[in-house]
Protein backbone atom coordinates (compact mmCIF):
# COMPACT_ATOMS: atom_id res chain seq x y z
CA UNK A 1 0.00 0.00 0.00
CA UNK A 2 1.24 3.80 -0.65
CA UNK A 3 2.14 6.49 1.44
CA UNK A 4 -1.39 7.80 0.71
CA UNK A 5 -3.57 4.62 1.60
CA UNK A 6 -1.96 4.76 4.78
CA UNK A 7 -2.89 8.30 6.00
CA UNK A 8 -6.64 7.63 4.67
CA UNK A 9 -6.67 4.73 6.90
CA UNK A 10 -4.99 7.01 9.68
CA UNK A 11 -8.12 9.63 8.62
CA UNK A 12 -10.80 6.67 8.75
CA UNK A 13 -9.38 5.60 12.18
CA UNK A 14 -9.57 9.45 13.40
CA UNK A 15 -12.94 9.53 12.43
CA UNK A 16 -14.56 6.28 14.12
CA UNK A 17 -12.67 7.70 17.19
CA UNK A 18 -14.36 10.87 16.72
CA UNK A 19 -17.53 9.87 16.39
CA UNK A 20 -17.18 7.37 19.30
CA UNK A 21 -15.86 10.43 21.42
CA UNK A 22 -18.82 12.15 20.27
CA UNK A 23 -21.60 9.75 21.03
CA UNK A 24 -19.97 9.02 24.67
CA UNK A 25 -20.25 13.07 25.44
CA UNK A 26 -23.66 13.35 24.44
CA UNK A 27 -24.60 9.94 26.29
CA UNK A 28 -22.62 11.49 29.32
CA UNK A 29 -24.32 14.64 29.10
CA UNK A 30 -27.77 12.98 28.95
CA UNK A 31 -27.00 11.21 32.41
CA UNK A 32 -26.20 14.68 33.89
CA UNK A 33 -30.30 14.89 34.42
CA UNK A 34 -30.11 11.93 37.02
CA UNK A 35 -27.15 13.84 38.99
CA UNK A 36 -26.97 17.49 38.25
CA UNK A 37 -24.81 18.16 41.10
CA UNK A 38 -21.22 17.32 39.11
CA UNK A 39 -19.95 20.28 37.51
CA UNK A 40 -18.27 19.72 34.26
CA UNK A 41 -17.04 22.05 31.07
CA UNK A 42 -18.68 20.93 28.22
CA UNK A 43 -17.53 23.85 25.64
CA UNK A 44 -14.14 22.81 26.78
CA UNK A 45 -14.70 19.03 26.47
CA UNK A 46 -15.96 19.43 22.60
CA UNK A 47 -13.23 21.61 21.95
CA UNK A 48 -10.59 19.28 22.91
CA UNK A 49 -12.28 16.11 21.32
CA UNK A 50 -12.50 18.28 18.34
CA UNK A 51 -8.96 19.15 18.46
CA UNK A 52 -7.70 15.50 19.44
CA UNK A 53 -9.45 13.61 16.27
CA UNK A 54 -11.76 16.03 13.89
CA UNK A 55 -9.21 18.45 13.18
CA UNK A 56 -6.13 15.74 12.47
CA UNK A 57 -8.41 13.65 10.56
CA UNK A 58 -10.07 16.19 7.97
CA UNK A 59 -5.90 17.37 7.67
CA UNK A 60 -5.07 14.01 6.78
CA UNK A 61 -8.17 13.63 4.73
CA UNK A 62 -7.08 16.94 2.75
CA UNK A 63 -3.65 15.49 2.79
CA UNK A 64 -4.26 11.72 1.12
CA UNK A 65 -6.98 13.59 -1.37
CA UNK A 66 -4.24 15.89 -2.34
CA UNK A 67 -1.97 12.79 -2.61
CA UNK A 68 -4.42 10.72 -4.39
CA UNK A 69 -5.33 13.21 -7.03
CA UNK A 70 -1.75 13.36 -8.43
CA UNK A 71 -1.07 9.28 -8.45
CA UNK A 72 -4.86 8.35 -9.10
CA UNK A 73 -4.99 5.72 -6.33
CA UNK A 74 -7.81 4.35 -6.09
CA UNK A 75 -7.97 2.42 -2.91
CA UNK A 76 -7.26 5.38 -1.40
CA UNK A 77 -9.96 7.53 -2.69
CA UNK A 78 -12.40 4.73 -1.59
CA UNK A 79 -10.98 5.14 2.26
CA UNK A 80 -11.72 8.52 2.13
CA UNK A 81 -15.29 8.08 1.03
CA UNK A 82 -15.53 5.42 3.84
CA UNK A 83 -13.96 8.29 6.73
CA UNK A 84 -16.67 10.42 5.33
CA UNK A 85 -19.51 8.20 5.71
CA UNK A 86 -18.45 7.09 9.14
CA UNK A 87 -18.07 10.93 9.92
CA UNK A 88 -21.74 11.55 8.59
CA UNK A 89 -23.52 8.53 9.93
CA UNK A 90 -21.69 9.53 13.25
CA UNK A 91 -23.02 12.94 13.39
CA UNK A 92 -26.47 11.82 12.16
CA UNK A 93 -26.49 8.81 15.39
CA UNK A 94 -25.58 12.06 17.40
CA UNK A 95 -28.39 14.02 16.63
CA UNK A 96 -30.69 11.64 16.91
CA UNK A 97 -29.48 11.67 21.25
CA UNK A 98 -30.17 15.46 21.32
CA UNK A 99 -34.12 15.79 22.96
CA UNK A 100 -36.07 17.36 19.63
CA UNK A 101 -37.33 20.04 22.39
CA UNK A 102 -33.59 20.90 22.67
CA UNK A 103 -33.18 20.96 18.94
CA UNK A 104 -36.25 23.52 18.36
CA UNK A 105 -34.16 25.94 20.75
CA UNK A 106 -31.28 26.13 18.49
CA UNK A 107 -30.56 29.51 16.20
CA UNK A 108 -31.77 29.10 12.85
CA UNK A 109 -28.02 28.88 10.20
Known amino acids: MKLEGWISLAS???????VALILSF???L???????????DPAGL????VSISAAPSIILASVAF???RSTGHRQA???LVGAGAVMAAGMFAAMGMVPRSARSTWPAG
Open 77 to 79: GLI
Open 46 to 49: LIQQ
Open 26 to 28: YNF
Open 66 to 68: AMT
Open 12 to 18: LGLSVMY
Open 30 to 40: ISQSIDPTRII
